[in-house]
């Protein structure tokens, strides 16, 4: 009868520390996507800044506008990404599963220029 709450008990304690790792990584794979669209939505504004007309001071001050509102979100989601994983950003195995899943979520970037999408690639693995 001991043996059966022992072994329960470890059973129970297994199941819901390997649950909670598993959900920390959907829940770092989701961080990484948001961060990656960010980061997609800054890259297409500086390519459409790059491929705006000088002459257009219209165009290029509405360009502008739309990087800098798109890089203020980007350092807002990055503090809260610090804010929430705190000591862990400085652990390396953390750092490498971040960076895996923030290179394949900016796999789907369509924005990303050859030698960038060659890069992400070769850092996911």
């Known amino acids: 009868m001991k043996f059966n709450v022992i072994l329960f008990s470890i059973l129970i304690t297994g199941i819901i520390g390997i649950s909670g790792c598993g959900s920390e990584n959907k829940e770092l794979k989701k ?6 669209d960010v980061m997609c939505r800054s890259m297409e504004a500086m390519k459409n800044l790059r491929a705006a007309d000088p ?7 509405k360009l502008q506008q739309d990087y800098e509102r798109v890089e203020s979100e980007m350092t807002i989601l990055y503090e809260d990404f610090r804010t929430k994983y705190g000591e862990k950003t ?8 971040f960076r895996k899943y923030l290179n394949e ?10 030698e960038d999408r060659a890069s992400f690639e070769k850092g996911m693995n």
């Open 55 to 61: 002459a257009d001071s219209i165009m290029i001050h």
């Open 90 to 97: 400085t652990s390396k195995e953390f750092s490498e599963k």
């Open 105 to 114: 979520a900016m796999l789907d970037c369509k924005s990303l220029s050859k």
């Open 31 to 36: 961080e990484a996507k948001g961060i990656a």
